[in-house]
């Protein structure tokens, strides 16, 4: 599974109910216009868009919806603090040809549909994430990365013995080599850090902090973030030495 890469360009641009220039103290309701433009000739299938936009203050507490004309899109939104300004970040899927353009409409309105997203279940040494095509459980005690994974191939809801993909894994998930020794170290068995810095129903991601080491020294600390998507069976891995 290899790390996606985005080119997907989102124009933003704030606008009242009327049309008018946004001011903290706004009409009730907000229209955001979310532009999503393809740059690379690729036609994307529910492709994960993640943006930040502005909000007034007024509406921090508020529910948000997304339309694609007049179609409701499934949306996850989160305020971001520590903010001047308050900005709300968004997460949602966008069908999108190739080499085009397509503008969604986020409002300030319940949505009158919902999705189930991603389920999450968290036991003390694990962390278990089902997307729907996709169910992956992530050993956090000991740190062993995913130890099993299946897909859901047949499209039936029900994860068989034979799909599962990955099965068992004890070893340590990252390991460094040093490229004159060829010597490998493994990424101590117990975190520093394990937090969902997002744990919605579009998309979570995991934050894993460690640390190299040997002989009780410190080689290297590490910082990585594994990413789920709702309908997708895809993941997305960062990895900061």
Known sequence: ???RLFSLVVIILLVGSGGSRL?????????????????TGIARTADPVTSGVPIPSSTVGDSWRLLDGATEV????????????????VDFPAN???????TFTLQNIPPTSSTSGIIYQHTSSTETVTTGPLKFIIGTSPFVGIQSLWYDQNNDGVFDVSEQ???SGSASALHVVDAET???VNADSTPSLVTWEDQGPQRG????DGAFTESNATLLNYSLRITAWG??????FNLLL
């Open 96 to 102: 999108l040809s190739s080499n085009t353009t397509k």
């Open 1 to 3: 599974m290899r790390q």
């Open 165 to 167: 993909r990955i099965s």
């Open 23 to 39: 001011h903290a103290q706004s009409t009730p309701t907000i229209t955001i216009p979310l532009t999503v433009q393809d740059v």
């Open 182 to 184: 060829s010597a490998s």
């Open 231 to 236: 309908g997708r069976s895809d993941l997305g």
């Open 74 to 89: 499934p949306v996850q939104t989160k305020v971001l603090g520590g903010q001047t300004t308050p900005w709300l970040l």
């Open 205 to 208: 991601t995991l934050r894993i």
